[in-house]
């Protein structure tokens, strides 16, 4: 059965009908006026602070402001999301683009007015608790503001912020864009995209992976001059900025952004770092079994010579005897994805069940594989009528359903948040991976806990592939990104220093649990690289790995009413830091036990995995 049948491609009507109706108009109207309001109140304060006017009553003028700022910040993050989403699945369409580079000026927009904005709080702070004392409706901004005004001793000038903010969308973001648009572009002699040869990673037939391991790296190595410009120049902009902005290193700035300590990070660092032999033999132990079922095209990987796995054979099936009633090894239609997810969504929710069933059926959902679609897979979220949109390139493999599972616990996030103001919907990517994650567990383990022998060892492996990549490769990716930091502070940086960085980040990390096989390409596929206002796109990662797997033990051993506490603690993600939101749910993340305890869970699987293997 050919996987691309009936396979959705999203419903947009219910957001807009199209670029040219008359709703988008009108909406786009509606931002122009809520930006000339808000635009009216950050003058007049402006002009009552310069004047040191008595009769300015800044406390009335801020629960004013925040109500109408709210509205405009709903719509600007609708148009941007809508101007995404449309040009995501069809990157080469001009129209589009241009509607991208027009929404970045309405963010432009937005920054503008939130510098200014918070220069005002600096200058009236201490009215601040006057103005909770008046108006309690808005003690749930505390934390936001307080961030606000911390913020604002890393900002330059409103000039100069907004002459970085205009010339980063023909700098990073323009870099950004084009190694978006290279790699949504390439195809192989057979006019296969860059994303279905990604796929192959997957595949049964062990030739059929290492050639494309071999494509993909060449077709990376033919575009390595543009895609090293592209890094080269965008993580060049950022040292300037964040050296203009007062921040010690691009690190700093991250865990800001992340709303997490540095002692958060180290302990989240460390922990990952004292597993890595239990993740090293995992993958050994995985190359021999491969090699002991002929499954491998590698010479040296599971050998005695090499130990380690080959990289092409990360995502390589498990096969076993009964081949023929594995869940993993059918092709799987698109309904029966549907119906699988939802159906253990139910075992934990019934209304994230609920609500995974009306994204299916209200076409929320881009599945289907096409050339000039991005790669991957993204939620994105509208703060207009509180839905989302979810895009995934499905091909039929049982990745596939975890990754429909990950995306739509992200809309879920969202959708938790249906009575917060616009501003709390700005919740820090660490705290956004863990209900991604935690809904990717709940599918997994229901299946392990549920499965027969036989697929039991295949759904241990593609667990503990997900787990390995979401801290082993996340490590590694967060050791290359420092060492690309710290490595552009100093010279410009060529394809081949990124390959020789890349090199030196998987051999910290993977060890000899890769034989020499590996991808030192891996800086010039991955987008989180060259995302420009979000640096260290990696250990968010693993922060929510791990602490969906202390969330999931827990759950087993609270009451039934533990999936609504959950439902609450998504709720609160947007209005203090995640220290703060963890301790009330009962963790101290700055401790290196806690997440020691969430690696315990993946460290029994490794164990598991093992012992099945040795039988086979």
Sequence with gaps: MNAQNNIPEWKLDSLFSSLDSNEYKTYLGEYESLKDSVAQLLEMASSFTIQANSDFDFPKWLAHYLEIFNSLISHAKTISAYAYIIY???????????????SEKIQI????????????????????????????????????????????????????EKLAAELNQTGGNAWSLLQEQIISNLQDKNGRTFNEIRNLAFSSDPQTRKDAWQTEKALLEQFKIPLAASLNNL????????????????????????????????????????SLPVWQKYFRAKAQLLRKTSSTASETAGTEKEKGIAFYDLFAPIETADEENSLLAKQWTFEEAKNYVVQKYASFSKEMSDFA?????????????????????????????????????????????ITLAHEIGHAYHFYCMKNKPALFFDYPMTLAETASTFAETI??????????????????????QDASQVLVDILCRFYFEKSVFEAREKAELTAEDFCTLMKNAQEKTYGSGLNGERHEYMWALKCHYYITDFDFYNY?????????????????????????????????????????????????????????????????????????????
């Design 88 to 102: 995501s699945t069809d990157t080469t369409n001009p129209k589009y683009m241009n509607n991208l580079a027009e």
């Design 109 to 160: 927009q937005v920054q503008q007015m939130e510098i200014k904005f918070t220069s005002l709080l600096v200058a009236h702070q201490n009215l601040l608790g006057e103005f909770y004392a008046r108006f309690p409706d808005y003690t749930e901004y505390k934390f936001l503001i307080n961030e606000k005004i911390e913020q604002s001793k890393h900002l330059m000038n409103i000039n100069q």
């Design 235 to 274: 993580k060049g902009q950022t040292v300037i900025l964040n050296k203009k902005r007062n921040w010690q290193n691009s690190l700093e700035h991250s865990l800001f952004t992340s709303r997490i300590s540095k002692a958060t990070l180290d302990a989240l660092i460390s922990s990952i770092e004292e």
């Design 357 to 401: 069933q009306n994204a299916f059926d209200s076409g929320w959902i881009d599945a289907k594989v096409r050339s000039g679609k991005v790669g991957g897979a993204y939620d994105e979220d509208f703060p207009k009528s509180h839905q989302s949109r979810i895009l995934t390139n499905f091909t039929g493999t049982f990745s596939d359903i």
């Design 443 to 464: 599918v997994k383990q229901d299946m392990i806990k549920n499965s027969s022998s036989q697929d039991k060892i295949k759904i241990l492996d593609i667990d503990l």
């Design 540 to 616: 968010p990662y693993a922060f929510g790995q791990l602490f969906a797997a202390a969330l999931y033990e827990k759950s087993k051993t609270e009451s039934s009413h533990f999936a609504q506490t959950y439902a609450d603690l998504l709720s609160k993600t947007g209005s203090m830091s995640c220290e703060e939101l963890c301790l009330n749910a009962g963790f101290d993340i700055t401790k290196k036990e806690f997440w020691a305890c969430g690696i315990k869970m993946y460290t029994k699987e490794v164990e598991e995995f093992i012992s099945l293997a040795q039988k086979i």
